[in-house]
């Protein structure tokens, strides 16, 4: 690859600094993370429209698959791999107790959009939960547990 075809960044993820990296310049950043072994990163439709590929930049849960690994220069990032506190703890409890991970493909976009759900401190509805996930696509549990999950985490944490 040419230089002009490259740019270098730093950046961390999961506390971990990535300094002086070279990256393509049109590289997506879930492809950079998956290429560094990052894999609960999933890619779905690409389009940022499924949810699948959220990750936290700067404290905002936002879709990888929209931004180029070049604009996470200077970013703080936490991937689903990164959360591993007590809180996603409970949360990753909760979501096992009501079996919300079925086959697991939606479930890192879940769960961190339950960590900014959690993070906002406010206690939910049933019907502003399903508007929180409602950009999370998943296509086996119909979205019940889920809901189940995120209300009582909600409740032990708030």
């Given at each position: ?67 180029l690994a070049s604009q996470a220069n200077g970013s703080s990032i936490t991937t ?12 990753k409890n909760n979501f096992l107790k009501h079996n919300a991970f079925q086959c ?44 189940d999950a995120i209300e009582e985490s909600i409740n032990e944490i708030n």
């Amino acid at each position: 690859m040419s230089i002009k075809n490259s740019i270098n960044i730093s950046f961390s993820v999961n506390g971990e600094r990535f300094d002086n990296v070279t990256v393509p310049a049109r590289q997506h950043l879930a492809d950079y993370l998956r290429s560094q072994g990052l894999t609960g990163t999933h890619l779905g439709c690409e389009q940022g429209a499924c949810g699948a590929c959220t990750i936290e930049m700067d404290g905002k849960a936002v879709r990888s698959c929209l931004i180029l690994a070049s604009q996470a220069n200077g970013s703080s990032i936490t991937t689903v791999e990164g959360f591993d506190d007590d809180v996603m703890e409970k949360v990753k409890n909760n979501f096992l107790k009501h079996n919300a991970f079925q086959c697991g493909f939606c479930s890192p976009g879940m769960l961190m959009t339950t960590k900014e759900i959690i993070s906002s401190k406010k206690k939910l509805s049933r019907d502003e939960i399903r508007s929180e996930i409602s950009g999370n696509y998943c296509r086996c549990t119909g979205y019940q547990s889920i809901v189940d999950a995120i209300e009582e985490s909600i409740n032990e944490i708030n």
